[in-house]
């Protein structure tokens, strides 16, 4: 099916643990990212690529690595989780030199760190 | 620092009730500020793009302004399934990929 999904969509883990979260899309689309969706905060971005082999920090990355080997693929990963990355995130996929409204956003996953 | 802030935090309305919500920025040169409409556990939905001061862009129900410090999504005589959160966000020109969000309003509609 074409789109963008998000893997796993529910994550319960422990404090300390390893955890990724998966994000593919069917587009092709070179822009990919990682929100995070908190009560009060509103989406804050935490990294993003242009390409594949691209990526750069948002406006809060501290504690997350993200990798791009391939354009279709954007997984996110909290090395050591902290009860702060208790989450709602959201990955998103924009067509190149496309406006907003060619971004696309994945269904999201609730994570809860214990 | 680029900013957006959304009012009122939550909204409930009657069905046929019309209402406007209020987004207001701060941003050092804007490229475009966006409307998403968010159902709940699903992702953020593209409304609306406003590049320049009285601009307005409209889409059945809903009808969105902008000025030089704010944009307001006005919506007419609403229904039950408009019920949902809207999020302003923000792109200023330096910026080619990030753009700030607002921390939404959550419209509820009865019928």
């Known amino acids: 099916d074409a789109g963008i999904t998000q893997s796993p969509r529910y994550k319960i883990t422990e404090t300390g643990r390893q955890v990724t979260l998966m994000c593919h899309q069917t587009?092709?689309?070179?822009?990919m990212f990682w929100y995070r969706q908190d009560l009060g905060h509103g989406l804050r971005l935490i990294y993003y690529s242009a390409a594949a082999d691209i990526t750069d920090k948002g406006e809060v990355p501290d504690g997350y690595v993200v990798s791009r080997s391939k354009t279709e693929n954007f997984p996110l990963t909290l090395e050591s989780a902290t009860r702060s990355q208790t989450s709602v995130y959201f990955c998103?996929?924009?067509?190149?030199?496309?406006?907003?409204?060619?971004?696309?956003f994945g269904p999201g996953t609730r994570l809860l760190v214990l | 620092e680029d900013q957006v802030t959304q009012s009122p935090e939550a909204l409930r309305l009657q069905e046929g009730e019309s209402s406007s919500l209020n987004c207001s920025y701060t941003v050092s040169g804007l490229r475009g500020l966006f409307w998403y409409r968010q159902d709940p556990g699903k992702g953020p939905e593209f409304l609306f793009t406003?590049?320049?001061a009285g601009e307005e862009k409209e889409k059945e129900r809903l009808k969105a302004t902008l000025t030089k410090k704010e944009s307001f999504l006005h919506i007419t005589a609403p229904k039950p399934e408009d019920s949902a959160t809207y999020l302003c966000?923000?792109?200023?020109?330096?910026?080619?990929?990030?753009?700030?969000f607002g921390s939404g309003t959550r419209l509820s509609i009865r019928p």
């Open positions: 406003l590049y320049s």
């Open positions: 998103a996929s924009r067509a190149p030199g496309g406006g907003q409204e060619t971004q696309y």
């Open positions: 587009w092709s689309h070179s822009y």
């Open positions: 966000a923000v792109q200023a020109n330096s910026s080619a990929s990030k753009i700030i």
